[in-house]
């Protein structure tokens, strides 16, 4: 299949591309790295990313930025960032990509266990989580062409906890997520959240 992975130099990104490159033809899509570039806060961008990949088989999304932060110490900016970015962003790849995408094509996305699992910190994250995963059940209701979509949603990765000078233990190793979302492109599943927790193989 050729893959298209938006977010392929991320932490969660690269362990999913390395997963995928054994068995698909990968498209690493980044910000500022990989081999095509995309800002998610752009529809136009969006729109340019599909017109140079072309037809593909399945898209995954490890991207999107929102604000953690106390609640308040949050601005209308920090809240739009995450609207902006991680939910319309990743709304807009597959509102634009399924124009593009070939009969069968999937889209996996990725909110995070915040969404149902808040902490304090997390007002400007949890609303965008939700939302992502409100619309892939709403849109896999609508696809045509045997298209599907999922939503994968992580708990804290333990590379990230790493590097944020916390005990990784009870994180989640990157190259164990990265299975959940080769799982979703490769199964025949359509309008789920998975939790990553349960579904890693
Ligand atoms: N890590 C965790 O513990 C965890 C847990 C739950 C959910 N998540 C979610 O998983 C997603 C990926 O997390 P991560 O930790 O892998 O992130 P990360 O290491 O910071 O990587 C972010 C990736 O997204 C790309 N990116 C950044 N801004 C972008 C933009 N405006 N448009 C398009 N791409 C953009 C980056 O590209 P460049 O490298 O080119 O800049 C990079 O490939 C995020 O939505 C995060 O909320 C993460």
Request: charged content about 20%; glycine content about 12%; aromatic content about 4%.
């Amino acid at each position: 299949m050729k893959v298209v992975v938006v977010g392929a130099t991320g932490t969660i990104g690269s362990a999913i591309v390395e997963e995928l490159e054994r068995r698909h033809d990968v498209v690493r899509v980044g910000n500022t790295r990989g081999q095509i570039n995309v800002d998610l806060a752009s529809h136009e961008s969006i729109e340019a990313l599909f017109a140079q990949v072309g037809p593909f088989d399945a898209l995954v999304s490890a991207a999107g930025e929102a604000k953690f932060a106390p609640l308040e110490k949050l601005t209308n900016d920090d809240f739009l960032l995450g609207f902006s970015n991680k939910l319309l962003g990743q709304i807009n790849l597959v509102r634009l990509g399924m124009l593009t995408a070939r009969d069968g094509g999937s889209f996996t996305l990725t909110s995070g266990v915040l969404a149902s699992e808040p902490m304090p910190g997390s007002s400007a994250i949890s609303p965008v989580n939700a939302g992502v995963e409100g619309f892939v059940r709403a849109s896999a209701l609508e696809l045509t062409r045997g298209m599907r979509i999922n939503v994968v949603s992580p708990p804290w990765v333990s590379e990230t906890l790493t590097a944020m000078g916390m005990d990784p233990s009870g994180g989640m190793p990157a190259k164990r997520l990265a299975t959940v979302y080769a799982g979703c492109l490769e199964g025949k599943q359509n309008g789920q959240v998975i939790d990553a927790r349960k579904a890693a193989r």
